[in-house]
């Protein structure tokens, strides 16, 4: 199965679905062979099958789920995604669920009958990936030295893909700080070390230039009572 089907997700999914048809016409086989009759076996097979799926609708619903993914290819093995609440990387895409790792190596399990049907963020499908940082400057601060100080850092990396339209620019006038948006296009796997990296290199390049980070603060006036 592996060698005509390379991707493993694919793989996988036939192989499991192959196992279940053939065990079904295996029993059929050998009842043929000790002397059952085919057709009304087949009968009470099909009555069976139909009880059986009124009472199982919620794992049809997943096979139905496992069979749309299989489709429409919203996410393959090792893509990070989010959906459900939950997410993690993917491991490994079943007939009736999909299993999930986490950074810190729990397994989640995820039901394909509500994945196929709700929202899905696949956050490794494109090659490229976005970092993007709220970062705030003090309002006695020359804001043109903060930005140029932080436009160096995203020319300076090896890391930032020059060509994808980075930004530095201020998006918000807090009660404390005047707020800057830093976004740096990277590739994905990229995306955690410059993600965790960048924050120490902007703090650096904002002080070196004499700007401060500020903190929330409050003025408060004394008025006397006499």
Not at 50 to 71: C, D, R, T, W
Not at 82 to 88: D, H, I, K, S, V
Not at 110 to 126: E, R, V
Request: aromatic share 8%; net charge negative; hydrophobic share 50%.
């Amino acid at each position: 199965m592996i060698r005509h089907f390379p991707d493993e997700t694919l793989a996988k999914f036939l192989s499991g679905a192959l196992d279940i048809l053939l065990k079904v016409l295996l029993i059929i086989s050998v009842a043929s062979m000790v002397g059952i009759e085919t057709t009304s076996f087949i009968a009470v097979l099909g009555a069976a099958g139909l009880a059986v799926g009124l009472a199982l609708q919620g794992s049809l619903s997943n096979f139905a789920g496992g069979v749309m993914i299989l489709i429409f290819r919203p996410f393959k093995v090792t893509d990070y995604i989010e959906a459900q609440g939950l997410e993690g990387v993917v491991i490994d895409i079943g007939i009736f669920v999909t299993t999930l790792q986490t950074f810190d190596k729990r397994t989640l399990i995820i039901p394909n009958g509500p994945l196929a049907n709700g929202n899905i963020i696949n956050h490794t499908h494109s090659d490229v990936r976005a970092v993007e940082i709220n970062i705030g400057v003090s309002y006695s601060d020359d804001l043109g030295k903060a930005k140029s100080a932080m436009e160096e850092v995203l020319a300076n990396d090896p890391r930032i893909l020059q060509n994808e339209g980075n930004v530095v620019a201020v998006v918000d006038l807090n009660s404390s700080s005047v707020d800057f948006l830093v976004r740096g296009f990277v590739k994905t796997d990229d995306y955690w070390s410059f993600f965790f990296d960048s924050r120490v290199a902007l703090k650096a390049a904002i002080e070196s230039v004499g700007c401060t980070i500020p903190f929330p603060q409050r003025d408060v006036h004394m008025i006397s009572a006499e």
